[in-house]
C-alpha cells in the first residue's frame, strides 16, 4: 500500500468531516455578501458596512478556541458541531435583527454566526488526525478541497435565497442566512453521530505545554499576505477602468486556485515533506509580488499575479496545518489548532487595514512587492530549520 492511499478504517471518517465542511461552507458566504449589506439598509450609512464583517471575523477566532476547548471535552464530532450549532443560531439572531430590531442585534448575531466559521476550518486537523502521519497531507486536501463547494455554491445561491425570504415576509437579503440556518444544521446533524468517537486525551497543563510556533508564523503570514492582497485588488481593478466582468473572472481564478489544487498539493505534502512545500508556498506568493509588480495596471498580469497569490495560499496551509498537528504530541493538538486559527485571524483582520495604508502611501506595486519581501522573511527560516520529514513527536 502507498503512503497515499488512505487506510480503509479513516476513509469513512476523512469522507464525513469533508462532506459536513463541504455542506456547512455553504453557509460562510452570507456574513460576507449580506451582512455588510444589511448594516447599511438597517442605518442608511455607508461607514457601518464594515462592522459586521468585524465583529464577524472576531467571532471566528473566538468561535476556534471555543471549538477546540469543546472538542478537548465532548470529542472532535460533537465539538465541531456545537460550533456549527452555534452559527446556526447567530444567523437566527440577524435575521431577527433584520427584521426591526436594529443594528445592535445585528452585530450580536454576526458574532454569534462567526462561531459558525470555525468548523468549517477546524475540520482539516481532525482529518489530518484520523489519517496518521503518512496521509496527513492528503486528508487535509481532501477535507480543504470540500470548503470550495461551499465557497462556490454560496454566493450563486443570493438570488434564489432572496425570492426565499421575501415568501416568507422577510427582508430580502436576509435569504442568505436562512440558507445558512439549514446548512449549519445540517453539517452538524451530520457529524454528531460519530460524536461517541475520537475523544482526545486531555490537554497537558502548565510550562509542558509545547507551542508549534513555526506552524503559527507559517499559517499567519501565508494569510497576512493573501487577505492584504485580495483586501484592495478588486478596489485597485476598478480604480484603473476593469469592469465587473474582469474583477468577477479573476477573483473568482484566485479562488479558485486556493482550493481547487488540494487534491493534488495534498498527497504532494505527504511525498515531499513539509520543508519543500514550504518553500513551495515562499516561492508562489514571492512570484504573485513579483508579477504583480511588473504590471500593476495590466488585468492579464494581475490575473497570473493572484492566481499564484492564490496557489501559495494553499500550499502554505497545507505545510502550515500538516506542521500544527505533527509538531505536537496528540494531548497538545487541540489546543495548538485553536491558536493556529486565532492567529490565521488575527492576520487577516489586520491584513486588510495594513494593504489600504500601504497603498496609499506606495502604491499597489508596493503592496505587492512588500508581500514577497515579508514571505521569504518569514518562511525560507522555517523550512530550512525543519531538520526532519516531519517534526513527530516521540
Known amino acids: 500500500m502507498t503512503t497515499t492511499t488512505l487506510l ?13 465542511t463541504a455542506v456547512g461552507s455553504i453557509g460562510l458566504a452570507a456574513g460576507g455578501i449580506a451582512g455588510p449589506l444589511l448594516a447599511v439598509d438597517l442605518t442608511g450609512d455607508p461607514a457601518t458596512a464594515g462592522l459586521p464583517v468585524g465583529v464577524h471575523v472576531a467571532g471566528s477566532a473566538a468561535g476556534a478556541v471555543l471549538v477546540s476547548r469543546a472538542s478537548a471535552r465532548i470529542g472532535r464530532p460533537a465539538g465541531l458541531a456545537l460550533g456549527y450549532v452555534l452559527g446556526a443560531l447567530g444567523a437566527v439572531v440577524v435575521v431577527a435583527a433584520a427584521a426591526g430590531a436594529g443594528l445592535g442585534l445585528l452585530l450580536v448575531g454576526s458574532a454569534l454566526f462567526g462561531v459558525g466559521n470555525a468548523p468549517v476550518f477546524l475540520a482539516r486537523y481532525a482529518a489530518a488526525e484520523a489519517a496518521g502521519p503518512a496521509n496527513r497531507g492528503r486528508a487535509l486536501g481532501i477535507v480543504l478541497f470540500a470548503v470550495a463547494a461551499g465557497a462556490v455554491a454560496g454566493p450563486n445561491l443570493l438570488a434564489g ?66 487577505v492584504g492582497v485580495m483586501a484592495v485588488a478588486p478596489v485597485h481593478l476598478v480604480a484603473h477602468g476593469h469592469g465587473p466582468a474582469w474583477v468577477g473572472g479573476i477573483v473568482s481564478v484566485h479562488a479558485l486556485c486556493m482550493f481547487a489544487p488540494s487534491l493534488v498539493s495534498g498527497p504532494l505534502l505527504d511525498r515531499t515533506g513539509p520543508a519543500v512545500a514550504t518553500l513551495l508556498a515562499a516561492a508562489l506568493l514571492a512570484a504573485a509580488g513579483v508579477v504583480g509588480a511588473l504590471g500593476p495596471d ?14 501559495g495560499w494553499n500550499a502554505g496551509v497545507l505545510a502550515g496545518s500538516a506542521l500544527l498537528t505533527a509538531d505536537v504530541p496528540p494531548r497538545d493538538r487541540l489546543r495548538a489548532e485553536g491558536l493556529g486559527e486565532v492567529a490565521m485571524g488575527l492576520a487577516a483582520g489586520g491584513g486588510a487595514p495594513i494593504a489600504g495604508l500601504v497603498v496609499a502611501s506606495g502604491g499597489f506595486t508596493a503592496l505587492v512587492a512588500g508581500v514577497a519581501i515579508v514571505v521569504l522573511v518569514v518562511a525560507v527560516p522555517v523550512a530550512v530549520t525543519l531538520t526532519r520529514r516531519f517534526g513527530e513527536p516521540s
Do not use: C, H
Not at 480503509?8 to 459536513?20: E, S
Not at 461517541?196 to 497576512?224: E, H, I, M, Y
Not at 488585468?299 to 492566481?307: C, E, K, P, R
Open 8 to 20: 480503509a478504517p479513516t476513509r469513512p471518517k476523512v469522507a464525513l468531516l469533508a462532506a459536513a
Open 161 to 226: 435565497s432572496e425570492r426565499l425570504a421575501s415568501a416568507l415576509g422577510l427582508p430580502p437579503l436576509t435569504g442568505l442566512y436562512l440558507i445558512a440556518v439549514a446548512a449549519f444544521l445540517a453539517a452538524a446533524g451530520a457529524l454528531l453521530p460519530s460524536s461517541a468517537t475520537g475523544r482526545t486525551p486531555p490537554r497537558s497543563r502548565g510550562t509542558g505545554a509545547r507551542v508549534p510556533w513555526r506552524a503559527v508564523a507559517l499559517l499567519a503570514v501565508t494569510n497576512l499576505v493573501m
Open 298 to 311: 495590466d488585468a492579464i498580469v494581475l490575473l497570473v499575479s493572484l492566481g499564484l497569490l492564490g496557489l
